[in-house]
């Protein structure tokens, strides 16, 4: 007999699919923000596990769970609550060693889609908001964190829906139609994959604000310091934008790609065609071309996307080189105190680089995510070496991240 379906929930859309299947190919597939919590603060497990049941209260979208097959799938509002974990580590959060609680599985259907981690390290605490990107995304899930802040300082939470709406709703009429994948044409900004190697790994770079348009200047920089070849460039788009009072944790984010000119234009040329690209039908035909996938089972998605990563690794051809997602400056406090914060990027086999830029009241936070097989021997952290140069002017500036292996 099949499960009731609790209302009003929202159906997981093709895109959802698509993360839920990634979760087989690069585990775990989740959205990952940190804050750096000031001495001063000492958040209690007592008070955050409260905090987190309050938020969670007005946030469906972090306690859903996905039932049915194919096109009818949905996601329904009775799953487990966010679980709540503190760990003592020693940890510097500036990449992923020494983190095995970043490694930990959230799988939609057999337990919560949303975690949140108190960290207390030798130097700092750290809170990390993990959630599954099939269930949230990144905006969804910084909706959820202001809240759990909002509470930590007794405040009321604000809340977001989990549904009915889903990407398709705000994606029609917004463009000609679905919009096909790029080809695999485009060039790793590290060079070619290593053979035998797995997994994935990432750093993260501190920096002061650059000066205005920050986006197009990290794409002149990444520009710079990438291997010879076509650059294509990944740019995430939030059609939120489209709904302006719409306060939803459901993947509504669409993908707008383009060519790199190499070298790269001008800083202005660069912002007006990120800002075309936003305002375009590009990202909107992404969200129609993954709606087929809902009739595609989820098994076989899985086995294509194992394959397609490794068939891209030994030729070395992608169909994007990098995604680069802007998330803005966030300003986050808790008793008035500002909050550092950064986003740890997800990292796919078929995907080179996965770039996340965060502002925060401290400077500006680039973390760089690729396939182990990308950035063994050093590569990874001489590109986030070469970057964070270009970016702050002086090496000194920037506080990249140790020197590890990426086997």
């Known amino acids: 007999m099949s499960r009731a379906l609790a209302a009003p929930g929202r159906p997981v859309s093709g895109l959802e699919r698509i993360w839920l299947a990634a979760e087989a190919v690069a585990p775990p597939f989740v ?10 603060l ?7 596990r409260a905090s987190v049941a309050r938020a969670a209260d007005v946030h469906p979208g972090v306690r859903v769970s996905p039932v049915g097959r194919l096109r009818g799938q949905r996601w329904t509002l009775d799953g487990p609550p966010p679980r709540v974990v503190r760990v003592e580590a020693t940890w510097d959060a500036r990449s992923e060693r020494d983190a095995p609680f970043l490694r930990t599985p959230l799988t939609p259907g057999r337990g919560p889609v949303c975690e949140v981690v108190l960290i207390n390290g030798v130097t700092a605490q750290y809170l990390v908001i993990r959630s599954h990107h099939a269930a949230l995304d990144g905006m969804g899930t910084r909706l959820f964190i202001e809240d759990v802040l909002r509470c930590l300082d007794g405040a009321t939470p604000v809340g977001a829906e989990a549904g009915p709406t889903f990407d398709v709703d705000l994606a029609r009429g917004r463009t000609p139609g679905p919009r096909p994948e790029p080809p695999a044409d485009a060039v790793a900004p590290t060079g070619p994959a290593t053979r035998g190697v797995s997994g994935g790994t990432w750093r993260r770079v501190t920096l002061p604000t650059p000066p205005s348009p920050v986006l197009p200047r990290v794409l002149c920089a990444l ?11 990944g740019l995430p788009v939030d059609l939120r934008r489209y709904a302006p009072t719409l306060r939803a944790s459901a993947n509504l984010t669409g993908i707008a790609h383009f060519d790199l000119p190499r070298p790269a234009p001008d800083l202005a ?23 087929a996938l809902r009739h595609t089972p989820l098994w076989l998605m899985r086995f294509a996307g194992r394959v397609a990563g490794q068939t891209l690794q030994r030729r070395g051809r992608y169909p994007i080189s990098l995604s680069v997602s802007n998330l803005g400056r966030m300003d986050l406090r808790v008793g008035g105190v500002a909050l550092p914060v950064f986003w740890i990027p997800p990292v796919s086999p078929g995907l080179p680089l996965f770039v996340s830029l965060t502002g925060h009241a401290g400077g500006l936070e680039v973390a760089v995510g690729a396939p182990a097989a990308l950035a ?32």
């Open 42 to 48: 000492n958040v209690t497990e007592t008070e955050l």
């Open 31 to 40: 959205n990952q923000c940190v804050l750096t919590l000031p001495g001063p």
């Open 376 to 407: 063994d021997a050093g590569r990874l952290d001489r590109l986030c070496g070469d970057l964070a140069a270009r970016l702050a002017g002086v090496d000194e500036n920037a506080v990249p991240g140790p020197e590890i292996s990426a086997s």
């Open 223 to 233: 520009e710079a310091v990438s291997g010879p070849g076509p650059l294509r460039i």
């Open 269 to 291: 040329a660069l912002a007006g065609r990120i800002a075309a690209l936003a305002s375009g039908p590009e990202a909107p035909g992404h969200i129609l071309a993954a709606d």
